[in-house]
């Protein structure tokens, strides 16, 4: 239904299965209780345990209504599977008669009330047509496995870009970004292979996998491209905090205006307070790594920083809102490689294969294929599964704290040492973080 719909996907379903306002009485002549069939409970359940966000809005069923005997009989034998004549149907009859008679005929129990249920996304709904805020009800998450795997996440790029920082004085950050999302690639292979998620590659439609490719291409192919080749004009010191603070307020917004995800004022505030404590954090790095002074000027560096921004929200509203019923491998083993190439191909264009020739070997090479396949492979996929489950604004605003959970690594690697500005980004990054996750 979601694949043939352009902007709200309904199911009406009645609260009560087919039949179960009569389980006393199908007992009563089948001498056996009654099996009934999913409805909508059952319905809202699966919808909840496969990360669908969904509004339910209920309305008032036809009342009991009063007929004759025969009937309410008629009506009742379908219900029960019964043959015309037969002597289940003369004792059903004469139980509906001893139960249900009323002045007036025969009244038999109503079927319950109807509800109907809708399932929300960049897919199923327009923004410009919101359910009524008194329908909404969001399906309860009853964990936070997606907040979980977005704090994972994040600290799994810490230790790639302490890693990736270690290896930048030798080598060019392109080489090293498109070797990482290539070494990437077997690992979420094997991951497919493991979880049996070649199902989901296999069913997914056109649209799902050209979505996965292209916000592989956006994302890594242009955002990060435009991001490692922006660094030396702008400045790390003005580059990195701006770019961190517009994407997640972007990512964030989108979420909530584009997907539908629910709005509240502690996910504003979390996100401000982690956006604040990352420019102190990233700032102040930023300033310690700075190796020159910048050579762009005021609007080609605005220009840079939006459109890494940019690219970095379109790739995760792509991600959460068009990947379909892909799981986390299978959308990553799309992505990342699309991405890998993608950068891959640009800097050799660029350079007319000359970055070929300052390829990483020996313990270096091993030790890029080793963050990729931690890093970048594990670290995708977490991220991948928090979007999918906890949706794109609270993933982004979590995962944005990775330069606080790479502090006491780059003391440890990097021997940098900890200042009073990293001190009060900790503090808003914490502050923000539980806020969010108390949301």
Not at 10 to 28: K, T
Not at 316 to 338: E, H, K, S
Not at 352 to 374: E, N, S, T
Request: a positive charge; glycine letters at 12%.
């Amino acid at each position: 239904m979601e694949r043939h719909t352009r902007r709200l996907c309904i199911a009406v379903l009645a609260d009560q299965p087919r039949g179960a306002q009569l389980a006393r009485l199908f007992e009563a002549v089948h001498r056996e209780p009654l099996a009934t069939l999913p409805a909508l409970r059952e319905f809202i359940a699966l919808l909840a345990a496969r990360g669908r966000r969904f509004d339910v809005a209920t309305v008032t069923g036809e009342p009991a209504t009063t007929v004759s005997l025969d009937e309410a009989v008629a009506a009742a034998r379908r219900l029960l599977w019964l043959a015309p004549g037969s002597e289940k149907e003369r004792r059903m009859r004469s139980l509906i008669e001893e139960w249900w008679t009323v002045p007036g005929g025969i009244a038999l129990p109503p079927g319950g009330v109807s509800s109907a249920s809708s399932r929300g996304s960049l897919r199923a709904r327009s923004p410009r047509f919101p359910p009524a805020r008194s329908a909404r009800m969001m399906a309860a998450r009853g964990t936070h496995m997606g907040e979980a795997a977005a704090l994972a996440s994040a600290v799994t790029w810490a230790g790639t870009s302490v890693t990736l920082a270690r290896l930048g004085t030798r080598y060019p950050a392109p080489v090293l970004s498109s070797l990482r999302l290539l070494s990437a690639t077997p690992f979420l292979f094997l991951l497919v292979l493991a979880t049996g998620a070649t199902s989901q590659l296999r069913d997914a439609s056109w649209l799902v996998l050209l979505a996965m490719v292209g916000s592989g291409l956006v994302g890594y192919g242009l955002g990060d491209t435009t991001y490692i080749r922006s660094m030396g004009g702008v400045g790390m010191q003005r580059m990195a905090p701006p770019t961190t603070a517009l994407w997640v307020a972007l990512s964030a917004a989108g979420g909530i205006w584009l997907l539908d995800e629910p709005f509240s004022w502690g996910l504003i505030a979390g996100g401000i307070l982690v956006i604040v404590g990352t420019w102190f954090i990233v700032a102040q790095s930023a300033a310690a790594a700075a190796t020159g002074p910048a050579r762009w000027g005021t609007p080609r560096s605005i220009l840079a920083i939006c459109a890494v921004a940019l690219a970095w929200t379109v790739a995760t509203l792509v991600l959460a809102g068009g990947r379909g019923d892909l799981g986390a491998a299978a959308a990553g083993i799309v992505r990342i490689p699309a991405g890998g190439l993608a950068i891959g191909l640009v800097m050799s264009v660029a350079t007319r294969g000359a970055i070929l020739r300052r390829l990483p070997q020996g313990h270096d090479l091993a030790l890029i294929a080793a963050v990729g396949i931690l890093g970048t492979g594990m670290g995708s996929v977490l991220y991948i599964f928090a979007v999918a489950e906890a949706g794109a604004a609270r993933a982004v605003i979590l995962n944005s704290i990775s330069p606080l959970i790479a502090l006491p690594l780059s003391m440890l690697v990097l021997r940098e040492r900890p200042t009073g500005r990293v001190g009060i980004g900790t503090l808003f990054c914490v502050a923000g973080t539980f806020i969010v996750l108390a949301t």
